[in-house]
């Protein structure tokens, strides 16, 4: 079953803009994480939230996640042609510390 | 340096040949797992072993086998490939004992002729 759903299933902006992208899920979680997957390639781990925090950095990445709403978002700052890719949440289903259900993701392209 | 490594990375074989993708690790995880991932799709989780104990997700095709001889190694064998098997086939490991990031390889590229 599909835990996670991102939105928008594409988006594309100009080198040096914010992209932000939104992610649903239906039941309980210990975690979120964001993986980004470069065309062809395999699955990069980006940044993980527990479901205790609200808000967490790295970088140009900010996460957000809303227990509440079931929704996290994941904004990149500051935009460059290299972080074309997809983006995939993920979640703990069911709480398993060790499987994780993907999203659809969503087909980021910057454009130079 | 290559953490989990999957051979081959493009894979041609034909309808009902059957075919071995392979997946090492360095890292001395003890959870793999074998992922499908059409085109577009997110990745869905075929089975995962943790340990030795193989775990079979219950949506996963008989025409899916797992193997792992070893804590570094692991197969996915496709007993009779269909053309809906196409796909990219993604191996990833956890270390298990309560964290949470997987590592992912580059993942094998299968093509059914």
């Known amino acids: 079953s599909q835990q996670g759903e991102e939105d928008p299933q594409a988006l594309s902006i100009q080198e040096g803009e914010n992209a932000t992208m939104n992610c649903s899920y239906k039941t309980s979680i210990n975690n979120l994480q964001w993986y980004r997957q470069n065309s062809g390639r395999g699955l990069v781990h980006l940044i993980l939230i527990r479901s205790n925090e609200r808000e967490k950095h790295s970088g140009r990445l900010r996460v957000t996640l809303d227990t509440s709403k079931k929704s996290s978002s994941l904004l990149i700052t500051a935009s460059r042609a290299a972080d074309t890719a997809s983006y995939f949440c993920a979640t703990d289903e069911g709480g398993s510390n060790y499987k994780l259900t993907f999203g659809k993701g969503t087909l980021l392209t910057v454009n130079p | 340096d290559a953490m989990v490594i999957q051979n081959p990375r493009y894979q041609v074989t034909q309808f009902g040949k059957p075919v071995t993708l392979s997946c090492s690790q360095t890292l001395n995880h003890n959870v793999m797992y074998w992922y499908q991932q059409k085109s577009s799709q997110a990745p869905k989780l075929l089975f995962h072993?943790?340990?030795?104990?193989?775990?079979n997700e219950a949506d996963t095709p008989d025409n899916f086998q797992s193997r792992r001889p070893n804590t570094s190694f692991c197969f996915l064998d496709i007993r009779s490939p269909g053309l809906g098997d196409a796909a990219m086939y993604l191996c990833?490991?956890?270390?298990?004992?309560?964290?949470?990031?997987?590592?992912f390889g580059p993942g094998t590229r299968l093509t059914v002729l």
């Open positions: 990833a490991t956890l270390a298990g004992g309560g964290t949470d990031t997987q590592y």
């Open positions: 072993y943790y340990d030795k104990d193989f775990n």
